[in-house]
Structures are given as structure tokens and as C-alpha cells.
């Protein structure tokens, strides 16, 4: 038996299925997770040893790669001062005029401590605001684990949303309204339906908790239309996106200016950070010069403002980050569809998908084979290369992956290639 292997027995005891977050339990790889002890640059070591080159990079944070020599140290430093204080500090206010200066749409703004809280927080302001109930998201966007977010599809978009986890209490679905991702349509029969009851529509610019399925050409533009004709608000979930396709994030990417949006993963440097804000007018809504009531004791903590504040600084001080690691995902995407496998990629975002089916919405995703998935992912890392568990979830590439650790992925998926 590994280590891992007695390690995660002995988790299983003391954890719900030995993790703290469902996908680390390789379930739908159908096999042990390992547990990691270290990770430098590209790679992640587990605790028997193995190197993997890393494309999770703890779910989108590591643009840098693992451990960057310049926020280590801005870290340790800070927590030299003390953990936290809950209460205000200077950088707290660095870091908002960083992200203002990054992401002009973010007029005012609360630090928070993880996208869960961020988008949850974004929609409750948006209701408070425009003073209606009911919100509009898409089947397959995941925005956090939130009440009233997890929600799915029943017989059609047009019927009442049902809770997606047990807990949930069915009134909240009532004001939860599902569209298909990518189909105009189905948002405007909502809208039609009842449009003045809409506080806001909330999206994933770049869905990629269903794997990375790219917008439409006209689809974000269409959603900042509609809610625009109806007065309700547009939500842009950036907690994957953000800081990841440009500064700016998706609503740079493809200009598209939303009235509020939400950050994580990269804001805090990999550590737990988030933050959401907007328009000046919606954001005065907040407690304590508004009536939308949001707190958190460790929201802008300085450990995590810290991190977030320096992995921002060298972003903005190398934009060629953007496109070298753009560059290293197309190459990784070429040696995909060299062995015939579907991709979808938007910048350093990609997914590989095991159905012949096109990819534009959770529909066509369904369809997806995981059992050639749990192959693939077992090929990849028993050759040394950790991607997502699950057929749902993105790839994501850093700076620390070199050209040598680019080629060496290329020669893993050409072998995989010649095993199918």
C-alpha cells in the first residue's frame, strides 16, 4: 500500500469520502487520489515521491506556476506582522486600486474569501438594487455552492429550476430561472416570460465547469442587451477567468462591460481570496452605507492581500505572460487534435472532450464518454502528467511551463494517441 493510499483510508474515517472537496476523490477516474507534499514551478510532488508536470494548478490560480519566488517572499514577510486582524490595513486598498486598474468596470468593490461568497454576494446586491426576486443562470455554469446557485435544469428551460444538492429547500428554486448556455432563445423566452422580475443574469463568460466551452460570437453581446432592455443586472462570474485570458479578464477578451462581476483564483495568488464589485451606484447598496447586508471577519485578510497583491504586480509588469502561455496551450491543443480528439480552448483555458457530438452547451457535453476519459487521465498520469480528474473540468497551463515541459506533455499525448 502507498502512502497516499494509507493516508487516504485514514481520511475516509474523518472526512466526507476522505476530501474536503468532491472531485479530489478521482471517483470518476475510478481510482485513489494522491496526496501531495510539495510543488515547485510546473510540478507537484506527492508524499511517495512522484513528480507530475501539473495542468490543475490548484483549479486556476497558478498562472505563475507553484511557489514563485516573489510572493513566497511577500508572504513571509506579511505573516511576520500577523495573521489576521480583522480589522483595516493598507493593503487592502492596493490591491482594490490593482484590480480597478486591471478591470475598469470595477468601480467599487468587497474583498471576500472565495468565489462561493464572491458570486453569492454579487446576486444578493444585484436583488437589492433592482428590489426583484428572480435570477437567470445557465444549466452547466457553476458558480458555488450557494443555495440558491445550485440549481438545474427539470423538464425545460422554461420550467421551475430544482435544487441540484439535497439541502436545498425548494423555495429557492422558485427564483431560480435555468437557460442553456449559448442558446439566445432560451433567454429570451425567459425574459419575455418575466423579464420584470429579473434581477440579474449571471454567467460564466467562458463556461468552464463543464469543461471550457467558449461563447458564441454574439451571446455575451446579446446578454448585455437584454438585460439592459429589461433594467436587470449582468453578472460576469470571472473567478476562473479572471486575470487568466488578459488583465482585464473575459469582459477584456471579448469587451463586454458587466455591471457586476466576480473574482477569485488568481486575485489572491492561490491564496483564499475573492472579490466582486461594479458600477459605484450598485455596489453603495452594501452595508454599511447601503442596505444589502455582507460581512466576513477574514475578508481581506493580509496574508492573502499580500499574495494577491504581488502575483498581480508581475502580471502587470509582464504582459507577455499572456501571450507565451496562449502560445504553449495552442501547441498542447495541436497534439490533442493530431490523435482526433475534440479541444476547446480560449487562451490558456482548454478541455479535452471524448464525444464526436460539437461542444457549444451542456447538452452536447453530456454526451461525452467518461470512461474513455478515466483512460485518458490514468494514461496521463501514470506518464507523469496531472490534468483535472473529471471530463468536466479545464486545463490549465502556466508560465513556469517551459518549452521542454511543453514537449514532454506533446510526446505523452502522442503515445496516448497510439494506444486508442
Given at each position: ?12 474515517n ?18 485513489t ?9 510546473a510540478?507537484?510532488?506527492?508524499v ?9 494548478c490548484?483549479w486556476?490560480?497558478?498562472i ?19 495573521l ?7 493593503k ?14 470595477m ?5 471576500v ?7 453569492m ?13 428572480k ?12 443555495d ?5 435544469a ?6 421551475e429550476?430544482i ?6 429547500p425548494?423555495?429557492?428554486a ?7 448556455y ?21 454567467v460564466e ?7 471550457v466551452?467558449p ?7 446579446f446578454?448585455?442587451?437584454i ?30 462591460k458587466?455591471?457586476?462581476s466576480?473574482?477569485g483564483?488568481?486575485?489572491g495568488?492561490?491564496?483564499?481570496l ?8 450598485v ?8 442596505a ?5 471577519t477574514?475578508?481581506?485578510?493580509p496574508?492573502?492581500v ?16 499572456y ?7 495552442a501547441?498542447?491543443?495541436?497534439a ?7 479541444t476547446?480552448?480560449?487562451?490558456s ?22 470512461d ?10 501514470t506518464?507523469?502528467i496531472?490534468v ?12 513556469a511551463?517551459s ?5 514532454q506533455t506533446?510526446?505523452?499525448v ?7
Amino acid at each position: 500500500m502507498t502512502k497516499s493510499e494509507e493516508l487516504f483510508k485514514k481520511a475516509q474515517n474523518i472526512m466526507p469520502g476522505g476530501v474536503n472537496s468532491p472531485v479530489r476523490a478521482f471517483n470518476s477516474v475510478k481510482r485513489t487520489p494522491f496526496f501531495v507534499d510539495s510543488a515547485k514551478g510546473a510540478y507537484i510532488y506527492d508524499v511517495d515521491g512522484n513528480k507530475y508536470i501539473d495542468y490543475v494548478c490548484s483549479w486556476g490560480p497558478g498562472i505563475l506556476g507553484h511557489a514563485h519566488p516573489r510572493v513566497i517572499e511577500a508572504v513571509k514577510k506579511v505573516c511576520e506582522k500577523g495573521l489576521t486582524f480583522g480589522a483595516p490595513t493598507e493593503k487592502e486598498i492596493i490591491l482594490d486600486e490593482l484590480i480597478r486598474k486591471c478591470v475598469p468596470s470595477m468601480e467599487m468593490m468587497r474583498l471576500v474569501s472565495s468565489g462561493t461568497e464572491a458570486v453569492m454576494s454579487a446576486v444578493r446586491v444585484a436583488r437589492g438594487f433592482t428590489g426583484r426576486d428572480k435570477i437567470i443562470k445557465f444549466t452547466g455554469c457553476y458558480h458555488g455552492h450557494s443555495d440558491g446557485l445550485l440549481m438545474r435544469a427539470g423538464s425545460g428551460v422554461l420550467t421551475e429550476a430544482i435544487p441540484d444538492s439535497a439541502g436545498v429547500p425548494k423555495g429557492y428554486a422558485k427564483y431560480t430561472l435555468l437557460a442553456d448556455y449559448n442558446d439566445e432563445n432560451s433567454v429570451r423566452e425567459l425574459m419575455q416570460q418575466c423579464g420584470e422580475e429579473v434581477a440579474c443574469i449571471v454567467v460564466e463568460p467562458v463556461a468552464a465547469n463543464m469543461g471550457v466551452v467558449p461563447p458564441t460570437s454574439t451571446f455575451l453581446k446579446f446578454l448585455r442587451e437584454i438585460t439592459n432592455q429589461y433594467g436587470a443586472l449582468l453578472i460576469f462570474d470571472e473567478v476562473i477567468t479572471g486575470f487568466r485570458l488578459s488583465l482585464g479578464g473575459a469582459q477584456e477578451y471579448y469587451g463586454i462591460k458587466p455591471d457586476l462581476s466576480a473574482f477569485g483564483k488568481i486575485v489572491g495568488g492561490g491564496m483564499p481570496l475573492a472579490v466582486y464589485g461594479g458600477r459605484k451606484d450598485v455596489m453603495s447598496c452594501v452595508a454599511p452605507i447601503g442596505a444589502v447586508y455582507q460581512a466576513g471577519t477574514l475578508s481581506g485578510n493580509p496574508v492573502a492581500v499580500t499574495a494577491g497583491i504581488e502575483t498581480l504586480k508581475i502580471l502587470i509588469e509582464n504582459q507577455e505572460i499572456y501571450s507565451e502561455i496562449d502560445k504553449n496551450t495552442a501547441i498542447i491543443e495541436d497534439a490533442y487534435k493530431s490523435i482526433g480528439l475534440q479541444t476547446k480552448r480560449v487562451g490558456s483555458l482548454m478541455s479535452v472532450f471524448f464525444t464526436d457530438n460539437p461542444i457549444n452547451s451542456y447538452k452536447e457535453v453530456a454526451t461525452c464518454d467518461t470512461d474513455k476519459f478515466a483512460a485518458y487521465f490514468n494514461h496521463m498520469l501514470t506518464h507523469g502528467i496531472y490534468v483535472a480528474p473529471s471530463q468536466f473540468e479545464a486545463m490549465f497551463v502556466s508560465v513556469a511551463h517551459s518549452a521542454d515541459v511543453i514537449e514532454q506533455t506533446v510526446d505523452v499525448v502522442a503515445k496516448y494517441g497510439k494506444n486508442v
